[in-house]
């Protein structure tokens, strides 16, 4: 088994930046694909981006170059950098990390964003 914990998220200002971290604890070394997930109030929740063992990263349409994923497999880390903030981004994120057969899930992290 895997756990999954993020941080990171907060309340900025439209325009600004912010680094979510994902880190994975437990049975770690299962671990395959990592991505990050977003919720908005009243909405399904989406996939934002994913990134492979061998840093491949993959990213959804709407994305347009505002967000990067990265991985540091040395600390078991995920990181999503988003910048040129909107107030459509405010969502929680969600990071997830694939094993054989399973999706972890962590908790979630609030994104607000304020116009």
């Known amino acids: 088994q895997v756990q999954v914990t993020e941080s990171g998220g907060g309340l900025v200002e439209a325009g600004g930046s912010l680094r979510l971290s994902c880190t994975v604890s437990g049975n770690r070394y299962t671990v395959n ?6 919720q908005a109030p009243g ?8 990134i492979t063992s061998y840093l491949r990263p993959n990213y959804a349409d709407f994305v347009k170059g505002r967000f990067t994923i990265s991985r540091d497999n040395a600390k078991n880390t995920v990181y999503l950098q988003i910048n040129s903030l909107k107030p459509e981004d405010t969502a929680v994120y969600y990071c997830t990390a694939e094993t054989i057969g399973t999706k972890a899930w962590g908790q979630g992290t609030q ?3 304020s116009s």
């Open 33 to 38: 694909a990592m991505g990050w997930y977003r």
């Open 43 to 50: 909405k399904q929740r989406e996939l934002v981006a994913g």
């Open 111 to 113: 994104v607000t964003v």
